[in-house]
């Protein structure tokens, strides 16, 4: 029996006090999920713990109602990109549209006619209700955030509050992504058989860059950020590390006005040069089409329902948000004169948001001269009352809400999500983009309940088989590579910090001992492996090797570049795997803020992250490129660390007096004494302690060991270098005997890590130069 | 009528080689109702991997070109052999120049009344028109005075502005080059609710004997063109004080700099800086010979 969408409503405000108590669990699997918000990057949101039920019945009629909007979007590019009749007749006035930034003159005539391919592979609307009538607040075309979060959300909410999404049984998302790939897949030109999809994303730091990475590993995409596509005889490829590999559908999360910087105005670094030449040849499609966002300006959106009954000959099945345009003077002065209960926005999507009612005298003032001045890059419109969802707040508050519906488009075919992102917040103006306090918004899964052709909710393989394909981008290669390498620099100095303290405590004289030789190696160690240096030699550095953030590779300096390198790959690491990297950026905050006293602590409780780390890379990572690189990256860190650590601490022969703290330390810091102890049980000899620490194929922590993984690696790789030529000779001296074959083999190493630089990772930065 | 050969180059040396580069063109001439294009062509060296041809949103020529291979300099040199009759006149130039303004007209004529990227309608612009503009008089009347009164005003100074330079910078401070001005021109007229456009060209680099050489011969030229009320075009170039020249040579128009840039490119190079020369050279055709 189907639960009704009433009952449904009532059991979460039943339950309210009960589910709004997992707030914590909830934002804590979020974290893990969209790590790289929680690391830190903008716009991160907050998931309320109370779903909003949505009858089946009224969701259909919303789906209706998006779905028009959105072939009224598609009539409207299409027009716009072509033959501009809609500005021709004044159906909109054309000023309003012409002085949009996101109408991009060199598109014009770069969609296809109707008929020969989608405008649009994916729309969102908000959709709000007044009073319980429906009512369309924006359209989302250019860039549609949102997409991804709707299944984490779902997923997180799921997980959290199993039973009740058990009982309530909403209609699964799985199905509508699998719609959604399909329509991005289908947006490729047709002669291509197998087309290649990528997604193109600004990168790590940028608006929606976890969420973007998320959706990618979901639908089975490559993430590519604008240095990892070229255009090459007319056509797009990927950057790969195995060679340039055919590029047929962009999906674009770069805005339109930035995607090609040769016939667009932008940064050069934001997209592709060349792209719109490739869309032109029909090599590549791009979704969506590039100047999409001129249907999102408010002008057109004004002028809905006179475009709806003329290009597509219907009435329209929703009401949208009343907007005045300040170019029509009518309109203008009503606006003016009634300032105090309007919302002014510029014209074009996006761009700031003054409400009038929160205006100084002054600044409404301004304003107004501004409307008077240039009218035609203002609208306005009305503070319309909201229809509310229940929210978690402590306790159950009922607060304005709008809902983001997706739609699908393959051809003439639209399938809408079975769910949404609600956004729920104090005002209007909010929803609308208004930032600050007084506009703070949350999100809220959306739950379909009571369909009838029901898709279970629990469906697993909706998706079906994803390939993934081994190709990985150059970038993040050398992004891999420098994330292993830091990996170990952390782990290195910890290691030290932690063994030398440990000799200390054991013998607190012994930085005196032998004129203080013991702490002066102990200390070059040190300023060798985190980059201090500067203090005179008797000094203490460790506190700096810990937390001087302008050492070169103090562990705070390694633990940020790690830390950065990981969100610019999210989709090369499992969930698990940013459980981890988040308590290593709570550790790595720690330990930045610590007080002298508290570093030690703060740093050691660092080394168990650090080993998950290693342990989930070793453990649950697939031995693709991906991997390959991160593991090359840590071998060529630990054999070079390795070896600097032995010729600071044992590179001249140690006095008598402090001969065995010194090996000790050396085993220590390279976390062989427990080793060496099982199995020597003697007094330790250097030439053991050589044998061990670089010669023992055994000791995953030795230097031969280091090397052979190397060869394994790069044998591992496509488009191979050799590790042929590495040699580490077997090293049966003192260490200070060996310093020379020890130097040689540190310099084969980084010569090696040198080559894999150059035949993998070259990438040179693009730049725009004019006559 | 009278024909002339044009030759531009221009040269690009990189301080590292460049490993891919795109570029986009205007330098492919258009024909217009005073001037027949005989033959114009561009010649790239190195040659160029990947080409293309095609005519843009305002009907000029653009050529598309990218270099996939390694290189460290790059020459792209255009030829053009035209014909120019002296430039036509119309009675409707005469009109008062609110009839312009008030005419209606098309989305390509509204698309130059309203600002563009190089082209922001600051509210001081009402000062370069103030006093010109009055009410019934001749819009090529009016024209020529704002022509002269920018000539006048400003100081053509090749060291001044460059082409990122702010239309406020130049309006500010008073001096700058012939796409500055044509700009300046362009701003007071769409200020005005006229529509108007820039046109990027060449000018004759030796004028016969007796006449003077006129300011930007060196170089691609870059002057402004006003809507009359019955949809004809009037140029006019602020740089020499001149309305509807005659020996004026168009290459490509468009809302302003942006859209007819000579030659603008993307390029790969790890070397931070590019040197560039540009040579035009525009010789009268002796019919005789």
């Not at chain 1, 339950?15 to 979020?30: C, M, N, Q, S, T």
């Not at chain 1, 009518?330 to 700031?352: C, K």
């Not at chain 2, 700058?176 to 300046?184: E, R, Y």
């Amino acid at each position: 029996m189907t639960t009704t969408a009433a009952d449904a409503r009532r059991r979460v405000l039943e339950d309210a006090v009960v589910l709004g108590a997992r707030a914590p669990r909830l934002a804590r699997r979020l974290g893990s999920h969209t790590a790289s918000d929680a690391l830190g990057a903008p716009e991160a949101q907050v998931l309320d713990p109370l779903p909003v039920v949505v009858d089946a019945k009224r969701w259909s009629s919303d789906a209706a109602i998006v779905e028009q909007r959105t072939r009224l979007a598609v009539a409207v590019l299409d027009d716009l990109y072509g033959p501009r009749r809609i500005l021709e007749t004044r159906l909109v006035p054309p000023e309003a549209v012409l002085a949009d930034p996101n109408y991009l003159r060199p598109a014009i005539g770069l969609v296809p006619p109707p008929g020969r391919g989608p405008a649009l592979s994916v729309a969102a609307v908000d959709l709000a209700r007044s009073n319980g009538a429906p009512i369309v607040l924006a359209d989302r075309l250019d860039v549609t955030h949102g997409i991804g979060l709707a299944l984490e959300h779902r997923r997180a909410l799921a997980a959290v509050h199993d039973r009740l999404h058990l009982e309530l049984n909403p209609s699964g998302l799985l199905g509508w992504y699998a719609e959604l790939r399909r329509a991005f897949t289908r947006a490729s030109p047709e002669q291509v058989d197998d087309p290649r999809v990528v997604f193109l994303t600004p990168g790590a730091g940028w608006r929606g860059a976890a969420e973007h990475s998320y959706l990618a590993r979901t639908l089975g995409f490559t993430v590519a950020e604008p240095g990892d596509l070229t255009v090459r005889d007319g056509a797009l490829w990927f950057k790969s590390v195995g060679g340039a590999e055919p590029v047929h559908v962009v999906v674009r999360f770069v805005e339109s006005v930035s995607c090609d910087p040769l016939e667009l105005r932008g940064d050069a670094h934001l997209g592709v040069a060349g792209l719109l030449e490739t869309v032109r040849r029909r090599t590549v499609a791009v979704a969506n089409r590039p100047g999409a966002g001129i249907a999102e300006n408010r002008v057109v959106f004004a002028h809905s329902a006179t475009l709806c009954r003329e290009l597509l000959g219907e009435e329209p099945l929703a009401d949208t948000l009343p907007t005045w345009w300040c170019g029509n003077p009518v309109e203008q002065s009503y606006v003016l004169a009634n300032l105090d209960r309007l919302i002014i926005r510029p014209v074009h999507a996006g761009g700031s948001v003054a409400v009038g009612r929160l205006l100084s005298r002054d600044a409404r003032e301004e304003l107004a001269g501004r409307i008077s001045a240039r009218g035609h890059l203002y609208v306005a419109c009305a503070e319309i009352p909201l229809d509310t969802v229940p929210v978690w707040a402590g306790r159950v508050e009922q607060r304005g809400a709008s809902m983001r519906l997706f739609t699908a488009i393959d051809g003439d075919t639209m399938s809408t999500m079975p769910g949404a992102l609600t956004r729920s917040g104090g005002d209007l103006a909010g929803l609308l983009g208004a930032t600050g306090p007084a506009h703070a918004t949350e999100l809220h899964d959306t739950w379909v309940v009571g369909a009838r052709d029901h898709v279970a909710a629990h469906e697993t393989h909706a998706l079906g088989q994803v390939d993934l394909r081994a190709s990985l981008s150059s970038r993040a290669a050398e992004t891999m590579f420098w994330v292993g390498r830091n990996l170990e620099r952390a782990d290195a100095v910890i290691r030290l910090v932690r063994s030398i303290d440990q000799r200390v405590q054991q013998w607190p004289d012994i930085r005196w001992e032998a004129n203080g030789a013991w702490w002066s190696a102990a200390m070059a160690a040190v300023a060798t492996l985190a980059g201090v240096s500067g203090a005179p030699p008797t000094a203490d550095l460790t506190g700096r090797a810990l937390a001087d953030s302008t050492a070169p590779r103090s562990l705070v300096t390694s633990l940020h570049h790690l830390l950065r390198g990981a969100r610019s790959v999210t989709e090369l690491f499992s969930a698990d795997m940013w459980h981890v990297l988040g308590e290593l950026t709570d550790g790595s905050v720690r330990l930045s803020i610590a007080a002298a006293h508290e570093q030690r602590e703060a740093a050691g409780r660092l080394l168990t992250p650090l080993a998950a780390l290693s342990g989930l890379a070793s453990e649950s990572m697939v031995r693709d490129p991906g991997w390959c690189f991160l593991d090359l990256g840590r071998r060529v860190e630990r054999s070079v660390g390795t070896i600097d650590l032995l010729v600071a601490l044992l590179g001249r022969p140690p006095d008598p007096v402090i001969a065995p703290v010194t090996y000790e330390t050396a085993l220590a810091a390279t976390d062989s004494l427990v080793a060496y102890r099982r199995r020597y049980r003697s007094d330790i000899e250097p030439i053991a302690v050589a044998d061990l620490v670089v010669n023992d194929l055994t000791n995953p922590r030795s230097v031969a060991y280091q090397v052979d993984r190397i060869r394994t690696d790069l044998a591992r790789l496509p488009d191979r270098l050799t590790g042929g030529h590495l040699r580490v000779d077997t090293i049966e001296a003192e260490p200070w005997v060996a310093t020379d074959r020890l130097w040689s083999i540190r310099s084969q190493v980084t010569t090696l890590s040198l080559e894999v630089e150059l035949h993998y990772f070259a990438q040179i930065r693009s730049r725009t130069v004019r006559s | 009528m009278t024909a002339f050969t044009v030759h531009h180059v221009t040269r690009y040396r990189y301080e590292q080689p460049a490993t891919l580069c795109h570029n986009e063109a205007h330098l492919c001439m258009r024909s217009t109702p005073d001037q027949t294009v005989d033959e114009s062509w561009v010649i790239i060296d190195p040659a160029p991997d990947d080409r293309s041809e095609r005519i843009d949103l305002y009907g000029n020529w653009v050529t598309y070109f990218s270099l996939q291979s390694p290189h460290e300099q790059l020459q792209v040199a255009a030829t053009s052999r035209v014909r120019r009759t002296p430039t036509t006149r119309h009675e409707s130039e005469w009109l008062p120049w609110e009839a312009a303004r008030d005419a209606p007209r098309g989305v390509n004529a509204w698309d130059l009344t309203i600002e563009s990227p190089h082209v922001p309608l600051l509210s001081e612009l009402h000062r370069l028109t103030d006093g010109i503009f009055t009410p019934g008089r001749p819009l090529a009347e009016a024209v020529a005075e704002l022509c002269r009164r920018i000539y006048d005003e400003f100081a053509y100074d090749p060291t001044a502005t460059s082409v990122s330079t702010p239309l406020s910078d130049v309006l500010a401070g008073r001096h700058g080059v012939c796409q500055d001005f044509a700009h300046l021109a362009i701003a007071a007229l769409r200020h005005l609710g006229l529509s108007a456009r820039y046109v990027s060209g060449y000018l004759e680099t030796l004028p016969p004997p007796g006449q003077p050489k006129l300011k930007g011969a060196d170089a691609s030229h870059a002057w402004a063109s006003v809507r009359t009320p019955t949809g004809t075009w009037l140029d006019f170039d602020p740089t020499n004080a001149l309305v509807a020249p005659d020996t004026h040579l168009t290459v490509a128009w468009g809302r302003d700099y942006s859209d007819v840039m000579p030659l603008r490119g993307v390029v790969m190079s790890s070397g931070a800086t590019t040197q560039l020369d540009v040579e035009v050279d525009v010789e009268r055709v002796d019919p005789s010979a």
